[in-house]
């Protein structure tokens, strides 16, 4: 089995900035891509930005030039850097793991955060 917990949520104004974390625990071979979602009240989960093992990454239109994703493949951990934060940007955002091999040979396709909330308010 394996877990993801996400940390760094929380209350900021307009214009600050946060940092969320993701690790990735249990019984892990390898991870393909890890990423942030988010889901604001009454809307669809979507896309934030993930990162691939190799490096690419990819963004939600909403975010580029204002988030960084980053990853550390040895510890398993993702890190979301929100900077120029907007009212819009509010909502729970989750951390997605996909295509983990928890051996070489036993994959499954993806694994689900609990989510953290981010309010962006002044």
């Known amino acids: 089995q394996v877990q993801l917990v996400e940390s760094g949520g929380g209350l900021v104004q307009p214009g600050g900035s946060l940092r969320l974390s993701c690790a990735a625990s249990g019984s892990i071979f390898s991870i393909t891509s890890m990423g942030w979602y988010r889901q604001a009240p009454g809307k669809q989960r979507e896309l934030v930005a993930a990162?691939?093992?190799?490096?690419?990454?990819n963004y939600a239109d909403s975010v580029k030039g204002r988030f960084t994703i980053s990853r550390d493949s040895a510890k398993n951990t993702v890190y979301l850097q929100m900077n120029s934060l907007r009212p819009e940007d509010t909502g729970v955002y989750y951390c997605?793991?996909?295509?983990?091999?928890?051996?070489?040979?036993?994959?499954?396709?993806?694994?689900w955060g609990q989510g953290t909330q981010v309010t962006v308010s002044s």
């Open positions: 990162v691939t093992s190799g490096g690419s990454t």
């Open positions: 997605n793991a996909k295509n983990i091999r928890t051996t070489p040979a036993v994959r499954v396709y993806e694994y």
